[in-house]
């Protein structure tokens, strides 16, 4: 069973470019998850994702969205790009049955370097 | 605000040492608690994870971690450490119910020297 996946694995901007990142999840699986991994910062949760909708977001600017497609798959974009956004974006997919206990697995992610 | 402490940062230990890493959160209802490891060069993998039930669960490649309510702690053991275990391991939270938002603690490297 094919794991999730995430492309580019690397993608260099310039400041106030605009980057878009995608994932595609576990087969089956309908809830999409983003992260940022910042150096020094750890995981920071950015965006949830379920059934086409956004269900919850991290404490982040505006210029840091996405969206889910009807294969679930999800893109995030992040506008007018700062030198603090270059970090991992790991992307994780879950079954998104809507229970309690859900379980997240992750991507290997996508390295953002923002010059 | 939630969060999430581990405190070891980085850990060098020899083969057949046991590990012990800790974890503690800070949040007052009902949690779902997780253990992550990354070896080098590999994405992110579940080591283990706790819903509900017995507080002492068991995950791969012989690790547990036992959950102790009154002092809000997820800490992971492995009695007789391997050079392959040498990798970051992260400690997880999100409260239970349709939040979904997993807190992360920075993580802690640990080397096994052979």
């Known amino acids: 069973e094919a794991g999730v996946t995430q492309s580019p694995t690397h993608l260099i901007k310039t400041r106030g470019q605009q980057a878009t990142l995608r994932c595609s999840p576990i087969?089956?699986?309908?809830?999409v998850y983003w992260y940022q991994q910042a150096l020094g910062l750890g995981l920071q949760f950015l965006l949830w994702y379920d059934e086409g909708e956004e269900r919850n977001r991290g404490n982040f600017p505006p210029r840091f969205s996405g969206r889910q497609f009807p294969n679930y798959s999800s893109e995030l974009n992040v506008n007018a790009l700062e030198l603090e956004d270059s970090a991992l974006y790991l992307c994780?997919?879950?079954?998104?049955?809507?229970?309690?206990?859900?379980?997240?697995?992750f991507g290997p992610g996508t390295r953002l370097l923002v010059l | 605000a939630q969060s999430v402490s581990q405190h070891n940062h980085h850990v060098i230990l020899s083969e057949a040492a046991s590990l012990e890493l800790g974890c503690n959160y800070s949040?007052?209802?009902?949690?779902?608690l997780f253990w992550y490891v990354q070896y080098p060069g590999q994405h992110l993998q579940l080591l283990l994870k706790?819903?509900?039930?017995d507080p002492l669960v068991k995950g791969i490649k012989g690790f547990e971690a036992e959950f102790i309510k009154s002092k809000f702690s997820f800490n992971l053991r492995k009695p007789s450490v391997q050079w392959s275990d040498t990798a970051e391991y992260f400690c997880a939270v999100t409260p239970a119910g349709n939040n979904r938002k997993l807190i992360w603690g920075l993580g802690t490297s640990l080397a096994v020297n052979p």
């Open positions: 994780a997919s879950s079954l998104g049955q809507g229970g309690r206990q859900e379980t997240q697995y």
């Open positions: 087969s089956g699986h309908t809830s």
């Open positions: 706790y819903f509900s039930g």
């Open positions: 949040y007052g209802g009902t949690v779902n």
